[in-house]
């Protein structure tokens, strides 16, 4: 990760994030939290300095961790550390099978729990996500013995397991069952309850919103990522899926386009497009699509001149016929039929046949249709 900053130590009490001044240097930033501005003063490259107390805190398997290493999202992710500390988790697991159980030795149950604790920091090292190369009964090992401890969580008291909350709450990621889409929102909302400041929580709420259809929490959530985009620094043109401190503002501003749509603003809808193609590294084809996304909401709004002042700017964008999509589909449709509003027949019908012949949908389907039958579909080649 290649913005390395270090908040100041973080100590967490039920109700409210308390921050105490650890290091110093930058300038101070704002972390946003429930409508909460706290001020915490960071520093750059400072990971070196806290490998050796992670290092420590794993070898001698500490129940009682610091928490501070729970924050270390911001820390460029280390696969082999992860790996060699996912060892560690199964000494613990191994000595339960080596081992009877004597008076002062942790209980079955314990030991355990002490795994889970380290595969929790292994996840960490790696950057909150599962290390590449773990087995498939590494995963397995992770789901049976661990998941159990994250069951009846009190959401008064900040998650034990983090990292492995965070896996849990993301196996619903492709899921269309959607019990499984709210259970998992459940698990995600609890890590962003304690920790407001990592942007990732708040986009994995956001799509299991649009998933459930809960558009005005879509949002809510997207809200506070434009805020969190203030203080955090980007580079979007090399955003990582995976890359918890970054926020991609493509996605942000589609999603923000398809919830505003849903609910009916689409003056609103118009406006996010219009940010998507602000974005400075915002390609030819992405504006592309994003025009001929506002002239189908011009034609919705019944603004018919305007739609189709938009679609032939998206086609003179299109001058050389390279973005061969879908969308071109919808953009002859959209010009045609807002045209045909307008009384002008003969161009609506020109446009509907040039749609018709790069896709079926959705002008070949209406000029099929009994409502298209006053269109005469042209062979083609003319």
């Known amino acids: 990760m290649k913005r390395i900053c270090?908040?100041?130590?973080?100590?967490?009490?039920?109700?409210?994030?308390?921050?105490t001044p650890l290091l110093s240097g930058c300038s101070a930033v704002n972390i946003i939290m429930d409508g909460i501005y706290l001020k915490s003063k960071i520093k750059t490259n400072l990971s070196e300095e806290f490998k050796k107390d992670s290092d420590d805190i794993v070898q001698l398997g500490d129940i009682n961790y610091s928490p501070?290493?729970?924050?270390k999202w911001w820390f460029t992710p280390d696969n082999k550390k992860s790996l060699d500390t996912i060892k560690l988790a199964y000494e613990w697991w191994n000595q339960i099978k080596q081992e009877e159980n004597h008076l002062g030795l942790f209980s079955t149950i314990d030991k355990i729990k002490k795994g889970c604790e380290v595969f929790d920091i292994a996840i960490l090292e790696s950057g909150w996500k599962l290390p590449k190369g773990l087995s498939k009964s590494n995963k397995e090992d992770l789901v049976s013995k661990c998941y159990p401890f994250l069951n009846n969580l009190d959401e008064s008291k900040p998650p034990k397991f983090p990292a492995i909350l965070l896996e849990r709450g993301s196996d619903a990621w492709n899921s269309n069952n959607l019990d499984e889409v709210k259970l998992a929102l459940e698990d995600i909302e609890l890590l962003h309850k304690y920790f407001p400041e990592i942007p990732h929580f708040l986009i994995i709420m956001m799509r299991y919103k649009s998933k459930l259809l809960d558009y005005e929490g879509v949002l809510i959530d997207s809200d506070k990522l434009l805020d969190l985009y203030k203080y955090i620094p980007q580079i979007t043109n090399e955003y990582d899926e995976w890359n918890i401190a970054q926020i991609n503002l493509y996605e942000l501003y589609e999603t923000r386009a398809i919830a505003k749509t849903k609910l009916k603003d689409l003056e609103g809808a118009i406006k996010e497009r219009k940010?998507?193609?602000?974005?400075n590294?915002?390609?030819?084809?992405?504006?592309?699509e994003q025009l001929i996304e506002i002239g189908k909401l011009r034609y919705k709004q019944g603004q018919y001149k305007q739609a189709i002042e938009v679609l032939k700017n998206a086609l003179a964008i299109d001058d050389d016929n390279s973005f061969v999509t879908l969308k071109e589909g919808e953009l002859y449709y959209f010009l045609a039929l807002s045209k045909l509003e307008l009384g002008d027949k003969v161009g609506a019908c020109s446009d509907l046949n040039?749609?018709?012949?790069t896709f079926t949908q959705p002008s070949r389907a209406y000029l099929n249709s009994s409502e298209g039958s006053w269109c005469p579909i042209r062979p083609l080649g003319e």
């Open 275 to 279: 940010s998507y193609m602000s974005i």
């Open 281 to 288: 590294d915002t390609s030819k084809k992405g504006i592309y």
């Open 354 to 357: 040039s749609g018709s012949r």
């Open 6 to 19: 270090l908040l100041s130590k973080l100590i967490i009490i039920p109700t409210l994030l308390l921050t």
């Open 68 to 71: 501070l290493f729970k924050y």
